[in-house]
């Protein structure tokens, strides 16, 4: 049967949640902190290659068996935020 995971990148960490719709439970969960960088004009800003390391942490913590069965993603962020990209997609 097919899992769904949910990623969801906070302020704080980044964390993963593997559901199993047929029997409506969490199979698996993991999170990995997330730094934040503050600014003196009140800013805050976090590294992108920092969601992407913590999301790669998440998923290998996940048992092999568990994430070949995940069928569908579905991925929340930060709300307000802004991750300026080049023509390539890297960000900037």
């Not at 047929?22 to 920092?50: I, K, N």
Request: one cysteine or more; charged letters at 15%.
């Amino acid at each position: 049967m097919s899992l769904f995971a949910g990623i969801d990148a906070g302020t704080q960490s980044l964390k993963v949640v593997v559901y199993d719709p047929a029997t409506r439970t969490l199979v698996a969960t993991a999170s990995a902190p997330l730094g934040l960088m503050s600014g003196e004009d009140g800013s805050r800003e976090q590294h992108a290659a920092d969601w992407v390391a913590a999301m790669q942490s998440c998923f290998d913590r996940i048992d092999p068996a568990v994430r070949a069965r995940i069928a569908a993603l579905a991925v929340s962020g930060q709300q307000h935020g802004f991750v300026p990209v080049d023509a390539d997609g890297n960000v900037l």
